[in-house]
């Protein structure tokens, strides 16, 4: 379990202890840290990284963050016990569809409150799907050759790890080792057999070499050895090559009738056998010098003698590719590879053939080698064990890293040789080039304000040393970690940089947010208008307005009088919405409730003028009104009432009178004319009364004094009791 420094009760470090940290901040660097790749358990991980971390001193807390892809993949901390290196194993895999992957470490100090350190950050490592071997084509093939003609075989197979090559023929194993297998000077139809391993599998894939017999030429003589003829010596194979280590058997054989003694002369081996055949063996050939001949002596005393031609080689020890000098490889550059090839025999029998992704580069035949001073054993006719090296020289290309190199060096015997010539091949070599940044997949952005950061943006940046991404806005570098608010829309720089150079792109980034109303509580409006936005209404996208009166959608085509009342509007867009209610007040100008108008009135008589307005605002009443003694002007809500008491010549005339508020304003006029009393019967109803009165009087009597004519008389019934009494 990992121990921490203790804290106080307040969560912050004890003043001693901070010191501490600082002090150890001061006097210590940042790590150093390596990261390299192994393969890995087959059956858990297609490889294993370790990111190691070299120079920290104890008691230091880390961060290690593993990314994939440019991603984080994993991350945690850890503590630093004991000034020893420390290694961090991820085991990846990576799909046949993914193909490859990129991965590197970056390890940074925390020291608890104190700023941390920039972090360091590892080379990158692209890895690759890896799978069994697979052929190509799914079916064995069938080549036809001419006798003593040549072919090359090729082991159509592919793999990753890059698979190893075994060949066979008609079941014996052959030196080859790699896809492809020249054969030269075939004499016989045979079954080839190319079987392609890695750590995941095999495959096997087989060739037929049918050999075409040519009856019209004739095979080549075999060459004699030379020997008197009338000893009738041969030797079988008269040729031989053998590997170091190896056995060999060579049998001599005589026809000659008179041989006494017949046997080998040798210094190393053993013979067996007795005339006219004896055989020459050794069960492990290891001497260079090595020159074994047959003798026979005739009873004439007359001696013959032949000697084979034995030639033993050895494969290397080692055969190695390094980087010739200290610099990494940069692209545009001229760059060395040196194939090392170790404790090997003959020397000037070997081609070192250079390839690159299986594809053959170079073929150095060592004489003329870039290689300076050349090892005495290209020259002299001495075969010894020999250390040589071939020199591949290119200008790198930026598709160069990650390639595989390989050298083979490859013993070139000729005709008389093996039929499979035997070599040794390195192991691949990947090469690192260093190369420019560039920037792709990074277009216009839109983001969500407060959710959205420039280190969320999708832009994919390449180079070698990994590039590092900058941010910046008019100028000024910007925290590519920061939220940005809608504010912060704009054209943004993206400049990815490395030790090889840097490259830059803008990036038009647009802070989306919710809609956002600023609105008042009451709002006038005037009466006819076309309806419109009264709020101030924010958001990006920009937002839908929606209009409601009493909580039902309205949206008029024109305001009306009759439509002031609660109103509410509503923002939409796609990250949100905001309402707001309030009162909307529609205006109108003033209005009269009557036209223009003349009013009479007798001199002294009193009389009233009345002008009514309606409007929104409620309009202000303004009349031309006399300033006379008999006249009074008053306001009663919206009227406006001149009262003229008495009236006189002075009070004739045209009253005026203006409605007025902040829309607009309406006239009205009265005409006040004046009447003698003389011609105004209105003035003099007792005359009619008393006019009216005598006629009915007159009517009466002359109704009573038609009765009286006819006898008809009616009297009061006080008189007519009286006379009925006998008084009058």
């Given at each position: 379990m990992n121990s921490h420094p203790p804290v106080s009760q307040s969560g912050k470090l004890p003043l001693g202890m901070l010191g501490l940290l600082l002090l150890s901040l001061l006097s210590c660097e940042n790590p150093k840290v390596m990261l390299s790749l192994r393969n890995g358990n087959a059956k858990q991980a297609d490889y294993e990284l370790h990111c190691d971390v070299f120079d920290v001193a104890p008691a230091q807390n880390i961060s290690v963050t593993w990314y994939r892809n440019n991603k984080t993949f994993k991350s945690f901390m850890d503590l630093i016990e004991e000034p020893q290196k420390k290694s961090y194993i991820l085991g990846v895999n990576i799909s046949r569809e993914e193909k490859f992957a990129e991965f590197r470490c970056e390890v940074q100090l925390k020291l608890e409150e104190l700023k941390p350190q920039h972090p360091v950050i590892s080379t990158t490592h692209q890895l690759s799907a890896r799978y069994a071997p697979e052929l190509r084509t799914n079916f064995s093939k069938i080549i036809t050759v001419a006798m003593g003609g040549n072919a090359t075989l090729l082991c159509d197979v592919e793999g990753n790890p890059p698979p190893v090559y075994q060949w066979t023929i008609d079941e014996q194993p052959m030196l080859e080792t790699t896809n492809r297998l020249d054969i030269t000077q075939v004499n016989s139809s045979s079954n080839y057999r190319c079987t392609a391993t890695n750590i995941l599998g095999n495959t096997t894939m087989n060739i037929f070499v049918d050999m075409e017999e040519n009856y019209t030429t004739e095979p080549p003589a075999m060459p004699t050895p030379e020997a008197p003829e009338n000893c009738g010596l041969t030797v079988m194979p008269s040729e031989?090559?053998?590997?170091?280590?190896?056995?060999?058997?060579?049998?001599?054989?005589?026809?000659?009738?008179?041989?006494?003694?017949?046997?080998?002369?040798?210094?190393?081996?053993?013979?067996?056998?007795?005339?006219?055949?004896?055989?020459?063996?050794?069960?492990?050939?290891?001497?260079?010098?090595?020159?074994?001949?047959?003798f026979v002596t005739l009873d004439t005393d007359e001696q013959c003698k032949v000697k084979p031609n034995i030639t033993l080689y050895k494969l290397p020890d080692t055969v190695a590719i390094s980087a010739v000098g200290n610099g990494p490889m940069k692209e545009g550059e001229e760059h060395q590879l040196q194939c090392h090839i170790y404790s090997v025999a003959p020397a000037k029998k070997l081609l070192v053939k250079w390839y690159k992704d299986d594809e053959t580069v170079l073929n150095d035949d060592l004489k003329s080698s870039d290689v300076t001073p050349l090892p005495e054993c290209l020259n002299d006719s001495t075969v010894r064990l020999c250390n040589v090296s071939s020199i591949y020289t290119f200008t790198v290309k930026k598709s160069d890293n990650g390639s595989l190199f390989r050298c083979k060096a490859e013993f070139q015997f000729g005709p008389a040789g093996p039929l499979v010539p035997p070599s040794m091949a390195s192991e691949p070599y990947t090469t690192v080039v260093h190369y420019k940044p560039t920037i792709k997949n990074c277009p216009s952005y839109a983001g969500v304000e407060n959710s959205f950061r420039l280190n969320d943006l999708p832009c994919e940046t390449d180079g070698n040393?990994?590039?590092?991404i900058e941010w910046s806005y008019n100028g000024t570098l910007i925290d590519s970690s920061k939220l940005l608010t809608r504010a912060e829309s704009g054209i943004y720089k993206a400049t990815a940089h490395n030790s090889m150079g840097q490259v830059n792109t803008d990036v038009n980034i647009t802070v989306e947010y919710a809609p956002r109303l600023s609105c008042q509580m009451m709002y006038e409006v005037e009466v006819k208008n076309t309806p419109k936005l009264l709020c101030n209404a924010e958001g990006l996208p920009h937002p839908d307005i929606t209009w409601f009166k009493n909580g039902k959608e309205h949206f008029p085509q024109h305001w009306e009088k009759h439509e002031s009342g609660n109103y509410s509007v509503k923002a939409s867009n796609k990250h949100g919405t905001a309402e707001h209610a309030f009162y909307l007040d529609i205006l109108y100008p003033p209005e009269f409730t009557e036209s223009d108008t003349t009013t009479k009135v007798v001199v002294g008589g009193n009389v009233s003028l009345v002008w009514e307005a309606d409007g929104n605002p409620k309009p202000e009443i303004h009349c031309n009104d006399s300033l006379a003694e008999n006249v009074r002007a008053s306001t009663v809500g919206r009227q406006k009432i001149i009262t003229i008491t008495g009236a006189t010549s002075t009070n004739a005339g045209r009253y005026i009178c203006v409605a007025t508020n902040k829309v607009g304003e309406v006239t009205r006029a009265t005409t006040l004319v004046l009447k003698d009393k003389s011609t105004d019967l209105s003035q003099h109803w007792w005359v009619f009364l008393l006019v009216l009165l005598v006629f009915a009087i007159l009517v009466v009597v002359f109704i009573l004094k038609g009765r009286r004519k006819h006898g008809q008389y009616d009297f009061p019934l006080q008189t007519r009791l009286t006379v009925e009494n006998g008084t009058m």
């Open positions: 031989v090559y053998v590997k170091y280590g190896d056995s060999a058997s060579i049998n001599c054989r005589t026809t000659s009738k008179d041989a006494a003694l017949m046997d080998w002369e040798h210094a190393v081996g053993e013979t067996y056998g007795t005339p006219p055949s004896v055989t020459w063996k050794i069960e492990k050939l290891e001497d260079f010098t090595v020159e074994p001949f047959c040393p990994r590039p590092g």
